[in-house]
Structures are given as C-alpha cells and as structure tokens.
C-alpha cells in the first residue's frame, strides 16, 4: 500500500523552529514531486512548499519564503521541511503530497497523487 506519513508537528513557541517529515511507504519517493501544504483552522488548504523529483528545484509561496527549507533524502525515501522563525500564523495541520505529472513541482492540491494524513503544528506562547 502506497503512503506518506508526516512526523515532527508540535508544539512550539513563536520564533521558534520544528523540522517536519515526510516519509513514503510502498513506493520509492525518487521519482515524484512532493508538495507541503498547510489547512489552518477555518481556512482552506494552502500550498507552502514543493520539491522536485530529479532537478534541484524548489518552491516557495511567499508566507514562508526565506523561513522555510524544503529538501528530500531519496535514499531514505524522505522530504522535509524546516521551518524556522515560526509565527502564530503558521498554525495548522501540515500534509505532504505528491504527484509525478509535471515537468517539475506545482501546488497544486487538485493535482496530487498522494496525501499523508498530517502533522498538526501549533506556534503559541
């Protein structure tokens, strides 16, 4: 059976830093685009974050650039994402996704293959 499992939510104080996983079981992660996208309370699913298969490319929305790092361990069939000066407003259930259709990464929810069920991650003091 194909899955991604987020690991690494959490509870962290504003500033504060947490380093989420994605981890693919049943299938090899080399060969697929992995999205981070983020559900805050009340609020539609929005895309953080992509990485490609092969290519060194990366994506970024604007709320997270320059906070956010997204980078993928093939060899461990992972992708993560560091997140770093965290907000209040970071607050939400994190899924990773992936699709293989594209060139390369898009954000797009309606295009992904596979979801995880996610992590929750709450930035409070």
């Known amino acids: 059976q194909l899955q991604l499992v987020e690991s690494g939510g959490g509870l962290v104080q504003p500033g504060g830093s947490l380093r989420l996983s994605c981890a693919a079981s049943g299938f090899a992660l080399d060969n697929w685009h992995i999205g981070w996208f983020r559900q805050a309370p009340g609020k539609e699913r929005e895309g953080l974050s992509c990485i490609s298969s092969k290519d060194p490319y990366t994506y970024y929305t604007d709320s997270v650039k320059g906070r956010f790092t997204i980078s993928r361990d093939n060899a461990k069939s992972s992708v993560y994402l560091q997140m770093n000066s965290l907000k209040p407003e970071d607050t939400g259930v994190y899924y990773c996704?992936?699709?293989?259709?594209?060139?390369?990464?898009?954000?797009?929810?309606?295009?992904?293959?596979?979801w995880g069920k996610g992590t929750m991650v709450t930035v409070s003091s």
């Open positions: 996704a992936a699709e293989a259709r594209n060139r390369l990464c898009v954000l797009d929810s309606d295009g992904m293959d596979y």
